[in-house]
């Protein structure tokens, strides 16, 4: 035998030297759950170590996350039934409690990358991110209302904005309005290729979103297709997207790899909820080692080509690696 891959794996040092895909803290964005009041710190049953934070709390644990490493966070409102409407007016009311701690983010650790949501499901009283009429889902109608959202996120020093609905045509309806208005530095990570998915069901527990009728699948992909992503990819990266996203992430590695190979923008994956909350799971039942699973996975996903994770395991990672 002259060839003997074994040779390349025979010590730590001499794996390290063939490693091809390394992890780094900096790769990470933390999303974190606001609530509004002071002093609350609500743990997410469906996600053990994941908590809903008042503003308050919610700067405490961004100002640990920095002393750990992280640099990246996204935050995501819990908006309680009674300030929800038909047409999300919440969402970009300026004296909104999602957007003052936004702001007060920003004015706090200013070296922060801050990146929020848009779409219309924490703030709608029908719990879908597009404008309900009679049963449908309207497009056009909604963009309207995701860019003053945008505009209004921006205006509260968001660095990236994050368009998670699935509308049609927002990145450029966004981007435009952010540009008339001045904000022409406000980048925008497109949740570009995002599916129907059953992995969501923990995040929704979180922000009391679930939808009240039906389901997603008239804006989210079909998770049988992947050449519908490569469209996605075209309309979001001439709509002037500064990221492409995918999410989930573990059962879309091929498309985070078909993305990556085609577009030159960096990619983007969401390690969401459910991938999170199943490996904590099967942890607490003692049947899955949940540090080697993390670094398993996250690596994976860099490994498909992925340039930014979004994690629920990302302060983790940042205390196990310190
Ligand atoms: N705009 C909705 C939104 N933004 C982020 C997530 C899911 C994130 C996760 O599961 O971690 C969802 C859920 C959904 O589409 O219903
Ligand atoms: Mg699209």
Redesign the pocket.
């Known amino acids: 035998m002259l060839r003997r891959p074994r040779r390349n794996r025979k010590s730590d040092s001499v794996r390290k030297l063939v490693e091809e895909t390394s992890l780094s803290v900096k790769d990470l964005i933390f999303?974190l759950f606001l609530i509004e009041g002071s002093n609350k710190k609500i743990e997410v049953q469906s996600m053990p170590g994941i908590f809903r934070f008042s503003q308050d709390l919610l700067l405490k644990e961004i100002e640990e996350c920095l002393k750990l490493g992280i640099t990246a966070f996204d935050v995501?409102p819990a908006y309680p039934e009674s300030l929800k409407d038909s047409v999300a007016s919440e969402s970009y009311n300026p004296e909104t409690f999602y957007l003052k701690a936004l702001r007060e983010v920003k004015k706090q650790f200013p070296e922060v990358c801050l990146m929020s949501?848009v779409?219309m499901?924490p703030y709608s009283s029908d719990g879908h991110?597009g404008l309900v009429k009679e049963g449908k889902i309207l497009n056009d109608e909604t963009l309207e209302i995701l860019a003053k959202m945008s505009l209004a996120q921006a205006d509260a020093g968001v660095d990236i904005i994050g368009p998670?609905?699935m509308m049609d045509g927002r990145v450029g309806y966004i981007r435009e309005l952010l540009d008339e208005s001045g904000f022409t530095d406000t980048s925008i990570m497109s949740y570009t290729a995002?599916y129907a998915s059953a992995?969501?069901g923990?995040?929704?527990d979180a922000l009391d979103?679930a939808p009240k009728f039906g389901d997603?699948k008239t804006y989210?992909m079909n998770p049988a297709n992947s050449q519908e992503a490569l469209i996605e990819g075209d309309l979001d990266t001439e709509e002037g997207a500064d990221f492409l996203m995918v999410?989930p992430a573990l059962s879309y590695l091929d498309i985070i790899k078909l993305l990556n190979d085609n577009f030159p923008l960096p990619i983007a994956a969401?390690n969401?909820?459910?991938e999170y909350s199943m490996i904590k799971a099967s942890a607490e039942k003692g049947w899955i080692e949940s540090d080697r699973a993390m670094l398993e996975v996250l690596l994976s996903i860099k490994r498909a080509g992925a340039k930014v994770i979004l994690t629920?395991f990302a302060k983790e990672y940042a205390s196990l690696v310190k």
């Open positions: 999303p995501f949501d779409a499901d991110d998670s609905d995002k992995f969501y923990p995040f929704r979103s997603k989210q999410k969401y969401v909820s459910g629920y």
